[in-house]
Structures are given as structure tokens and as C-alpha cells.
């Protein structure tokens, strides 16, 4: 048996602010980041005209995954998310494991989107794209934010907002000026011959990076008004919404891009077709907005995770140092940084994608298990209940076991360095009490 403590509901300082539409919101901008922006391209790489059902397919695949965490953020009234499940579930090195796991999975994230930020300036500006530019630009991209955050200035709540506001304006703006512009033309035929299975698993498994990060909603658990009522609403509904951009998305640049397979910048691509010049600015500054939305909150959020861990004394205490005179976990911050860029620097977009989606999958199938362990403990009237017994945890455990079934030989060695990495670091840490 475990001897960790979790923290009590009292100990939590912060405001009860987050309602269900806060709390949706947190959702639909997990979900919708960089991904969609540089996936459609790999989908119809892999699958042709049919891409457009993987995102149907992607969508069941995940919906039991989003359920069970709806049940399982329901019985937690204190900040913590999938770690806090891990290790009051299955003991305090799981709990550890999972934690790393989602550490791992959004570092892994930041370099795939720094990578599409890159591609995406250098569609308009070719030398920032490939070679020493490439690198240059990366580096003063990473090293810019981990400056910022180590000297503890953090983008506001209005600006994030003000970044939401246009990504979504920009997709919807695209989805409905292709819907004008081409008519019948966005709905597939399917004359061609299918893709084989393989490559509709390649294409779900890379689909999926841009069905994942809704996790993060259940992190904040202690700054919810009501999280047996609301956790469950937003991770519903915003999936619901988000499967139907990305379904339009996908038939819309399929329509407006014939060789959508071969474009490194399928959105631009798409609305440079669809409006000119203007378009692809208008698509730009949507694509610039969104993922420098998603790297701010990333780099300020994800460091916060390694330094709770050493504070936990499950990492070393050197991830738990406040710089004396900014008061942040810069130690922590450096680490992130310098490792996002390595990531960055090394991989491509769709790489770093489905690399990420293997860490998220482990994550996912913990926080599925817990279920039975949780559920006969924490289960009450106020909060939420999967109907058919474990049925539907059960569901999400083997679609995350099918698509791990799909991810190569590289990402899974390269998923076993990081876990073997945290064990040692955990190891370490644990020798040191």
C-alpha cells in the first residue's frame, strides 16, 4: 500500500471560478491546437479520399477514453488529474509514471508545434524553413518562451482568449467560404479503391494527435464550481463540436487541394486556393495565433508538473529549485526548454505527432483502469456514473491497445527511453528520502 497523501480539498487556495462553459472552453483548446493546421495533408496521404472517415473513426475511438475520464474528473474536487487517479489507484510509482507520461507527451507536443510554427512562416518566408535557418529559428523560438517563463512573465487570460477567438474564426471562416465557394463539390465519392488496413491504422493513429489534449480540463479539478456536474458537459459537448470542424476541415481542403497529400501546409494550401493571397495570410495568422497560444500555455503549465513531482520527492529535488530572484521553477523550465528544442530540431511534425499519441495512450489506459479501482470508493449521487457497469472503460482501455497496435518500432523504443529516463529519475529521487 501506498504512504502517499493526497491533498486535502482545504488546502486548496485557489478560486472556484470554472463553470461548465470555462471548463468547455479548456476542452475545445486542448483539442484544437496545432494539429489540424498540419494533418490533413499526412490523412490523405495515408488514406486518400476516405481520410474523412478516420476522423469518424478517431472520434469513436476516443469517446469512451473522454467518458471515462468524465466519470473519473467527476469524483475529484482537488487539482491534480491523471496523476492524482494513478496513484491513488494503482500506488505512488504508477501515479509517478502517469504523471511523467503526460509531462513527457506535452514537451513532445511543444516541439511538434514549434516544428508546424516554422513550416508554417517558412511557406511564406523559404529560408526560415530548411537548413541553419530552420534550426536558428526553432532555437530563438524556444528559447524566447523558456526566457520569458523563467522570468515569470505569463501571457493573460484576455490575450490567450483573444487567441482563441481568431483561431476559431479563422476555421470556421475556411469551412464556410469552402462550403460557398465549391458546394457539392466538398462531399467525397469514394470511386477510388480503398486503402489498405495498415494505412487506415497509420492514419488513425496520426488523426488521433488531433482528438488528444483534452486531459488537461481535469487538471484543474479544484478550481471548478461543480466538477460532478460540469466535468462531464464540457468533455462531451466539446468533443461533439470538434469532431464536426475537423470532419468539414478534412472535405474541404480534400476538395480545394487536388495533391492535399504532398502539401507540407495543407491549410494554406486550402484557403490560398479558396480566396488567393488574402486567404493565405488570413489562414497564417490563424495558424500563428493558435499555436503560440498553445506554446505559451504549454511552457508555462507543463514545468508547474516536474516541480509538484519534486516537491512529491518523485523527482529530483534539483526540478524543485525557485530562482531567488523571479520566484519561478526555472530549473524546471531550462529542462523543458532545452529538451522541446532537441525534439524540435531532430523530428518532423508528423513524427513528433504520433510520437506523442503513444505517451497519451498509456496515460489513457491508466486513467480507464482506475475506473474499477475508483469508482466503488468515490461513487455518490452528485457524481457522474458510467450506465453498463465497466463496459465503457473497458472500451477505451482496447482502443487505445488497437492503436498502440499501429504506432512503429521507433516510437515505441523511443516511448521505453522515456519511461526507463523517469524510472531512474524517480529511483533517484526516492534513494534520496
Given at each position: ?219 484543474p479539478a479544484g478550481e471548478s464550481k461543480n466538477p460532478g456536474r460540469d ?150 449521487e452528485d457524481n457522474f456514473t458510467l450506465k453498463g457497469g465497466y463496459l ?42
Amino acid at each position: 500500500m501506498s504512504n502517499y497523501q493526497a491533498p486535502n480539498s482545504k488546502e486548496e487556495q485557489l478560486p472556484r471560478n470554472l463553470g461548465t462553459w470555462g471548463l468547455w472552453l479548456l476542452v475545445v483548446n486542448g483539442l484544437v491546437g496545432a494539429g489540424i493546421f498540419g494533418l490533413p495533408s499526412g490523412a490523405s496521404a495515408l488514406a486518400g479520399e476516405y481520410s474523412v472517415l478516420i476522423y469518424i473513426l478517431c472520434a469513436l475511438l476516443i469517446l469512451p477514453v473522454i467518458l471515462s475520464f468524465s466519470e473519473i474528473g467527476s469524483y475529484f474536487k482537488e487539482t491534480g488529474g491523471p496523476v492524482r487517479y494513478g496513484t491513488e489507484a494503482f500506488g505512488r510509482f504508477v501515479g509517478f509514471q502517469t504523471g511523467w507520461l503526460y509531462y513527457v507527451a506535452r514537451m513532445i507536443s511543444f516541439s511538434a508545434n514549434s516544428v508546424l510554427l516554422v513550416e508554417s512562416i517558412g511557406y511564406f518566408y523559404a529560408p526560415v524553413g530548411e537548413g541553419i535557418g530552420r534550426i536558428i529559428c526553432l532555437a530563438f523560438i524556444c528559447g524566447l518562451l523558456t526566457l520569458v517563463n523563467v522570468l515569470g512573465s505569463v501571457e493573460s487570460i484576455r490575450a490567450l482568449a483573444t487567441f482563441t477567438i481568431i483561431k476559431f474564426s479563422v476555421l470556421i471562416l475556411l469551412v464556410f467560404g469552402g462550403l460557398v465557394v465549391l458546394g457539392s463539390e466538398v462531399v467525397p465519392v469514394f470511386e477510388s479503391s480503398s486503402s489498405t488496413t495498415t494505412d487506415f491504422g497509420a492514419a488513425a493513429l496520426l488523426l488521433i494527435y488531433a482528438f488528444v489534449g483534452f486531459e488537461g480540463v481535469v487538471v484543474p479539478a479544484g478550481e471548478s464550481k461543480n466538477p460532478g456536474r460540469d466535468m462531464p458537459r464540457a468533455l462531451i459537448f466539446g468533443l461533439a463540436l470538434v469532431a464536426v470542424l475537423y470532419l468539414f476541415i478534412q472535405m474541404v481542403s480534400e476538395a480545394a487541394v487536388p495533391d492535399l497529400a504532398s502539401s507540407s501546409a495543407p491549410l494554406l494550401d486550402a484557403s490560398s486556393a479558396l480566396f488567393g493571397e488574402i486567404g493565405a495570410i488570413i489562414l497564417m495568422i490563424g495558424v500563428v495565433t493558435s499555436v503560440t497560444a498553445n506554446l505559451v500555455s504549454s511552457i508555462f503549465s507543463s514545468p508547474r508538473l516536474t516541480y509538484a513531482l519534486s516537491l512529491d520527492r518523485s523527482l529530483p529535488k534539483w526540478f524543485g529549485k525557485v530562482h531567488p530572484k523571479f520566484l519561478t521553477p526555472a530549473n524546471s523550465v531550462l529542462f523543458y526548454g532545452t529538451f522541446a528544442f532537441i525534439g524540435a530540431a531532430l523530428g518532423s511534425f508528423t513524427a513528433l505527432a504520433a510520437m506523442t499519441v503513444l505517451s497519451r495512450l498509456f496515460l489513457y489506459v491508466i486513467t480507464c483502469a482506475a475506473i474499477p479501482k475508483l469508482r466503488p470508493r468515490y461513487q455518490a449521487e452528485d457524481n457522474f456514473t458510467l450506465k453498463g457497469g465497466y463496459l465503457i472503460p473497458i472500451l477505451g482501455i482496447l482502443s487505445c491497445l488497437w492503436l498502440m497496435l499501429q504506432v512503429s518500432s521507433t516510437n515505441i523504443w523511443m516511448t521505453t527511453l522515456f519511461i526507463a529516463i523517469g524510472t531512474g529519475l524517480y529511483w533517484v529521487a526516492r534513494r534520496k528520502e
